[in-house]
């Protein structure tokens, strides 16, 4: 067991642990609505498994449609920081490799997290433990929106202040999943967007949470978020004012069709 743990941390890009509290902190939660939506697709509600769970915002979601949630996620500081609930069990675990049994899972979810995965491996592991017509559901958003000025100021600290810190990953998230293989039956789906209200403060501790950000940091020694402060308070009013956010959604859900996966491996 030590060595496969030695080698786990080997081989896993771990860019959040430092700053899992702020993910916990400031990261916005999803609507209800999309797990409603999601509930309506699945013929069972059992079990559902959340893979790259961090701090358990979406595992938190499910537990209103689902009697049992497995959320895991490879950073251990992740879990220790995880929101609590009875529904769920978290473990450290990554998306490629769980612990789940053989068609077990009536959901799987992916919040944010599909772009970190070993692809290949972690749709193998999917459809292990998916039961037949069980479905997988990957969702991620983009920038905040605000309004015209202060959404101008963002995508110019985010397009080249930070540019060079954003990884291979992250750049799946920019082109919205559109270059991805996804090996399922794929469902058409609604449109869903996350509202919140922040402050200035709360706005920057989110952005501080984004992994260039992070790796600003850590190869300057200088926190790029102040500049970005005194640029935004000229237009954002006074800090303590509360702001409207809106970040819309990409969701793709696809179906495990045990049919369809015969005929394609038969081709």
């Known amino acids: 067991m030590i060595e496969y743990m030695e080698q786990f941390k080997k081989s896993f890009k771990d860019y959040f642990s430092k700053h899992s509290d702020l993910y916990l902190k400031y990261r916005p939660t999803y609507p209800v609505e999309l797990f409603e939506y999601l509930s309506t697709l699945t013929q069972e509600h059992d079990l559902a498994w959340d893979c790259g769970t961090g701090n358990g915002q979406a595992a938190t979601g499910l537990t209103k449609f689902y009697k049992n949630i497995f959320a895991t996620d490879p950073s251990e500081e992740q879990i220790r920081n995880a929101l609590p609930h009875k529904k769920i069990i978290y473990r450290v675990e990554k998306a490629e490799h769980s612990t789940l049994n053989n ?152 179906k495990n069709n045990f049919s369809l996966g015969r005929i394609l491996a038969s081709l």
């Open 103 to 254: 068609n077990s899972v009536d959901l799987i979810t992916a919040a944010q997290a599909l772009h970190w995965f070993e692809f290949d491996k972690f749709y193998a592991e999917a459809k292990r433990v998916l039961k037949e017509n069980g479905i997988i559901a990957v969702w991620i958003y983009k920038l905040p929106l605000i309004s015209c000025e202060i959404d101008k100021i963002i995508k110019h600290f985010h397009d080249y202040t930070v540019d060079e810190f954003w990884q291979f990953e992250n750049r799946l998230v920019e082109k919205k999943y559109s270059t991805l293989h996804f090996p399922f039956e794929e469902l058409p789906t609604p449109e869903f967007s996350i509202e919140k209200f922040l402050t200035l403060p709360e706005l920057l501790g989110l952005i501080h949470s984004w992994s260039a950000v992070q790796r600003f940091i850590q190869k300057t020694g200088r926190d790029p978020v102040l500049e970005l402060k005194d640029k935004l308070m000229t237009c954002w009013g006074l800090p303590e004012q509360k702001r409207k956010i809106k970040w819309k959604l990409t969701l793709k859900v696809g």
